[in-house]
């Protein structure tokens, strides 16, 4: 099993800026995805940002300028940074990861972008 530990959300005002963490812990093998995704009161869970099984940083197209995905594999913890935020950012944020066997789910933090 894998579980995902996630902190970082709040209320923040557009143009501001938040700090996501999650870290990994488990039985996880040697290759892995791992990232964020989000969703929206009434719409479909979206990827955010990803590191690719290849460690490929992968980026939704709304975010991209704005939001950074970083990592350290040896705490097996990925990062998001996401600065100027809109409203349009405002969902409930799980961090993935996936793995041969299967994909795991945090429990998700709120990221609220209102003035």
């Known amino acids: 099993q894998v579980q995902l530990v996630e902190s970082g959300g709040g209320l923040v005002q557009p143009g501001g800026s938040l700090r996501l963490s999650c870290a990994a812990s488990g039985r996880i093998f040697s290759r892995y995805s791992m990232g964020w995704y989000r969703q929206a009161p009434g719409k479909q869970r979206e990827l955010v940002a990803e590191?690719?099984?290849?460690?490929?940083?992968n980026y939704a197209d709304s975010v991209k300028g704005r939001f950074t995905i970083s990592r350290d594999n040896a705490k097996k913890t990925v990062y998001l940074q996401m600065n100027n935020l809109k409203p349009e950012d405002t969902a409930a944020y799980y961090c993935?990861?996936?793995?041969?066997?299967?994909?795991?789910w945090g429990q998700g933090t709120q990221v609220t972008v209102s003035s």
């Open positions: 590191f690719t099984s290849f460690g490929i940083p």
């Open positions: 993935n990861l996936g793995q041969i066997g299967g994909g795991y």
